[in-house]
């Protein structure tokens, strides 16, 4: 029951700061669960996952605005500060990645469905990113899901010395809850969710 009050109360969370009320291990907890248990295509175990904590999130949201600085108009700049800094203002990030490699590998392996293995990676990764979303709500924490993966990845790897050969796909930057957002309204199920019997 616990996962599904949770799974509700999931929501992409912009307002968060570093007063979070639980430990780094309950934190670390959540997310090692989530990486041990999500499922993934041939048991492939594709998906990776690297917690920043401290000035090392820090770190990583002055490279995103370091490189939106680089692309974008002089005058937009300020608004892509803004939003950043809300990211910056939380108490972690997790980023993900899949290992291309183990990924590649299947696709020689199996080439029957060499198609197929690209587009798993990034659903069992999706998968990862929902389990470990939803697990540090259920610490009370907020969230947001983020993608610059591409303007950051080459800086990323770097500063943090990760493995070549892991894709960035996602960050979740994530925090003390500091506001509930406003309710969106849902589709109705109707439009959804079919049940045939
Ligand atoms: C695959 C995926 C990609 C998303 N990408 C972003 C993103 O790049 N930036 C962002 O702020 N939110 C992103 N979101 C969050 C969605 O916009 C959000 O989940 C949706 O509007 C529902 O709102 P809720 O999360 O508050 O329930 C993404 C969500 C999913 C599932």
């Known amino acids: 029951m616990e996962f599904f009050e949770s799974l509700k ?6 307002n968060i700061n570093k007063e979070v009320k639980v430990t ?9 669960t989530a990486v041990l248990y999500t499922p993934s295509a041939y048991n492939s175990e594709s998906q990776r996952a690297v917690v920043l904590l401290n000035d090392k999130h820090d770190l990583l949201w002055e490279i995103v605005k370091d490189e939106i600085k ?3 108009k002089p005058e937009d700049y300020k608004v892509s500060e803004t939003k950043i800094n809300s990211f910056k203002n939380g108490h972690g990030t997790v980023l993900f990645f899949d290992d ?17 293995f690209y587009r798993w990676s990034i659903e069992q990764n999706g998968m990862l990113q929902g389990n470990v979303w939803v697990g540090l ?3 009370g924490l907020g969230a947001s899901l983020q993608h610059y993966n591409e ?10 010395g990760i493995d070549e050969n892991w894709q960035l796909i996602a960050q979740l930057p994530f925090g003390n809850l500091a506001e509930v957002p406003a ?3 849902k589709k109705a199920l109707i439009e959804r969710l079919k049940v045939i019997k």
């Open 70 to 72: 680089k692309v974008v």
């Open 183 to 185: 309710e969106k309204t």
């Open 137 to 139: 709500e259920t610490l």
């Open 24 to 32: 780094e291990e309950e934190i670390l907890n959540v997310i090692e």
């Open 151 to 160: 303007l950051i990845e080459k800086r990323v790897k770097e500063e943090f």
């Open 9 to 14: 109360k999931r929501r992409s969370v912009y």
């Open 100 to 116: 291309i490699l183990t990924t590649n590998e299947l696709m020689t392996k199996f080439p029957l469905y060499k198609d197929n």
